[in-house]
């Protein structure tokens, strides 16, 4: 029997990473190539005609057999959230020349606020929400404050970029192929103060699992070039392409929700930006990524992994930026 549809929102979708995104789902790399989707794309009215000219691919497109039976296109908020059971939060208001930090914070948190309003009224009760748009892990608490009946545990950011980062370094790194390294972490912001962690990550190798600090035999890279060169790769991006990582963005919220909605492997963790318990002693109440295990469409996290002191302070470092954002963005509430 074929499955019921799964209403999937998609916003600021007319723009670099939504152009990459919405194929990847119609195509089934975010749900599976058997569950139909209807597609809700937002954005704003002065990209509205470039939204319709997606939409108008989408439909040509023959490969999105899955868009039966449709897709919608509006810059209408409680149009686009009206019974959505995924919500992909792509859009907002980036940096531009002379703003200050909290300039964008500001535009970003009211944003967020009225969005967050029309997912609590309109969106299915169950909907899953990840935010993808800057600052995500802050855009994702002002979300969650502002849509209080939808579960904080259905609330989450994507550091899965960054984790797939990760594993890209290791792999090229050790010349294997990148589906055979496992279980590294990023910790905290999705920021240049994000902590990549391999102290528990391994290869797959042909005489059985090794650990990656063991067969890298470089703490001064892995503790240095190999951090840096992950916390710092959207930019280097941003630099070569003058847009956004759209394609590995793109793939990796696909990554994200596949993962959230299907279930991690066995012995497999991955990274998302959750909503602190204390954990690690990160403090509660901040979106901050941890590593996590999903299984029947919730994550846990992981625990028990032990932290040196290497790892403390990257930790309570990314752990400050973070609360340093929240307060910030609470400011521009009031
Ligand atoms: N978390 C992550 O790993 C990553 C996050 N990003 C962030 O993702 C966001 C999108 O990046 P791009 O697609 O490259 O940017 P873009 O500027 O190409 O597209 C953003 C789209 O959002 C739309 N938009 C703006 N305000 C909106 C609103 N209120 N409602 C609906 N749509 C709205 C814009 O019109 C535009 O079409 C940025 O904030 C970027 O910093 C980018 C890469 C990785
Ligand atoms: O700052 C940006 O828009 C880029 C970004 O988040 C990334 O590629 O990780």
Known sequence: MAKDPVHVLVTGAAGQIGYALVPMIARGVMLGADQPVILHMLDIPLAAEALNGVKMELISNNQNIL?????VATTDVVE???GVNIAVMVGGFPRKEGMERKDVMSKNVSIYKSQASALESHAA???KVLVVANPANTNALILKEFAPSIPEKNIS????LDHNRALGQVSERLSVQVSDVKNVIIWGNHSSTQYPDVTHATVKTSVGKKAVKELVADDAWLNGEFISTVQQRGAAIIKARKFSSALSAASSA????????VGTPEGTWVSMGVYSDGSYDVPAGLIYSFPVTCKNGEWSIVQGLSIDEFSRSKLDKTAEELSEEKALAYSCLV
């Open 125 to 127: 009760a169950n909907c």
């Open 254 to 261: 696909c990554d994200h929700i596949r993962d959230w909605v």
């Open 67 to 71: 868009l039966r039976p449709g897709v």
């Open 157 to 160: 950011c994507l550091t899965r």
């Open 80 to 82: 686009a959230c009206l």
